[in-house]
Structure formats: C-alpha cells, structure tokens
C-alpha cells in the first residue's frame, strides 16, 4: 500500500506539471530608488526580483554582471550586512555562543523584510507542491508526508542516488517556478517553465564574467540576450540560479558546546541552488564558502 501511494504521488505530479494555481497576488515595494515586484505565495510574501542594490558602506563584496536582468551578485556577509571576519581562525572564546542572526535577519533587505532561511525554503517548495494539487482536485492529506520526504532529501541532499519521487517533484518545483527564455527549450523549441506563481526565477548564476582569452571552453557560455559567447569563474547567467541563505555552518560551535576544544572551522553559509540538466530540473540546498558570489531574494517578516 505504501508503495502504492508514493506512486500515485509520482503520477499527480507528472500530471498536474503545468496546472496553474489560483489567482496569484502580485505588488511591489520600492527600496533604495528601485521598484521591486513581489508575490504572495501562500503566507509567505517574496520578492519577485533578484535584489539589484549596491551598499553604500558594503560589509562585504558584490558585483553587477548583467544586474539589470540578474541583479547584483553578493558574498554572504555583504548579503547579510556583517563585517568581514578579521582573521581566518575561529575565535573559540568569543564566538561558541554562536553568530548574532536572528530568525528574521535583515541583511540588506528593506526595513520589515529578511534574508530567507532554510525553513523558509521548506515552507515555500511544500506549499506549492500541496497547492498544485489541491488546484488539479487531486489532494489527499495523506500526501502530505510523501511531499515533506521529498523535499528533505535535497534539502541539505545526503550521499547517494535521490529516490526518484523527489527527483520528480524538484522538476515540478522547477517547472513551476522558472521564467520562461531564461532556460533550456524543450526538443521542439518550446518553454517548459510556467512561473505559476509569479516568483520569476532567472539563471543568474554565481560567476564574475571574465575575459574570453582567460577562459577554459568548459567555462564558456552563451548570453542569453547577446548571443555572444562570455566566460564565468565558476558559473554565470545562462547556467544557473542561486541565493543565499541566512543559515551558517555552525558545526564547528556545536562541537565547542559538547564539549570539544578545537575543530577546524570552515566559513561556510547556505546556499539554494536551483539548476537544469538534460532538459531536467534540480534543487539542492549545501554550504558554500562565504566568499563566493550568489543572489538576494528578500522575504516579508
């Protein structure tokens, strides 16, 4: 019976892929000269943009590599407006209390905004599963645990092959939440995304473009507005889509707090990474140095 049902899961998904919620809220808020669109999306209320602000008295570093379509890229502590730690070690004396975020931590979101955390992608990637279904009259509470499952297995993904209901239901998140002509085409020319909701993911990427004649050919890419090749350091628009997260690793504190006296610390954050593959949507969420780059989205208090 169990395996009967996460089979029907597997099959609801397939067939409610481009089923279209209900009337979906849009607004927006203007921050620091811009207008940024935003969306509702069950109680959570996002920004439909990646965020395009450059700091004034940057904590960190940011960089604009096709801003006006992608917005800024941000390292973690200039995303979370925290200043650059002073020297590599961890400063076990001063530091095992563990870092001051809050739950809802500003950053350089607007004034009753926050950079989202790891639940607030939980809470996000459940709804929209759920609600699909509902919508296609499809929904079964008993559904509710298979989805969850789903979703924590490429929330912080565990080593090994991903079953394939989850690898099913991150394309329908995929499916769902891209803006169309900023991803691969199907075989017959055709987007697949249907940005259901209105939250417009791009591939932003997580790359500084460089120059052509400094570039290996797996580095090249082709601009989507341009046509013209360009070169990423690791990644760049066209690619894929990430943002930051206000999770940091704190693994190294909570061996300090057992009771272990030296662990190597690592300055790592989370990061949402959402990618297409073969025509496939995936989803992962995994810790990154916070001196790489990513993007902001900023969501509601």
């Not at 639940?119 to 296609?136: C, W, Y």
Request: glycine share 8%.
């Amino acid at each position: 019976m169990k395996t009967f049902k996460i089979t029907m899961v597997i099959m609801l998904l397939s067939t409610i892929a481009f089923a279209q919620p209900g009337k979906v809220k849009q607004g927006k808020i203007s921050y620091e000269g811009r207008d940024y669109k935003t969306v509702k999306i069950g109680k959570q209320v996002w920004m439909a943009e990646n965020l395009n602000y450059k700091p004034k008295n940057s904590k960190g570093t940011n960089i604009c590599a096709g801003c006006e379509d992608f917005g800024r890229l941000y390292s973690w502590n200039s995303a979370m407006d925290i200043d650059v730690e002073a020297k590599e070690e961890y400063d076990m004396e001063s530091r095992a209390e563990g870092r001051p975020i809050s739950k809802k931590h500003q950053g350089i979101c607007p004034i009753g905004w926050h950079v989202p955390t790891v639940n607030d992608i939980r809470e996000l990637l459940v709804f929209i599963n759920v609600n699909g279904m509902q919508e296609a009259g499809e929904w079964q509470d008993s559904f509710l645990k298979y989805i969850q499952r789903d979703i924590d297995e490429f929330i912080f993904p565990r080593n090994g092959d991903i079953r394939r209901s989850a690898v099913q239901t991150m394309n329908y998140n995929g499916v769902t939440l891209c803006e169309p002509n900023f991803w691969e085409r199907n075989g017959n020319g055709e987007d697949v995304c249907k940005n259901s909701y209105g939250l417009s993911i791009r591939s932003s990427g997580t790359g500084k473009d460089r120059e052509l004649d400094k570039c290996t050919p797996m580095q090249i890419r082709t601009d989507i507005d341009t046509g013209k090749p360009v070169c990423c350091s690791e990644g760049c628009a066209g690619d894929h889509f990430a943002m930051w997260l206000a999770d940091e690793n704190t693994a190294c504190q909570d061996m300090v707090k057992k009771g272990r006296h030296f662990c190597e610390y690592k300055p790592e954050a989370a990061i949402f990474v959402f990618n297409q593959h073969a025509g496939v949507f995936f989803q992962d969420i995994h810790w990154k140095n916070k001196k790489s780059y990513a993007s902001v989205r900023c969501l509601k208090d």
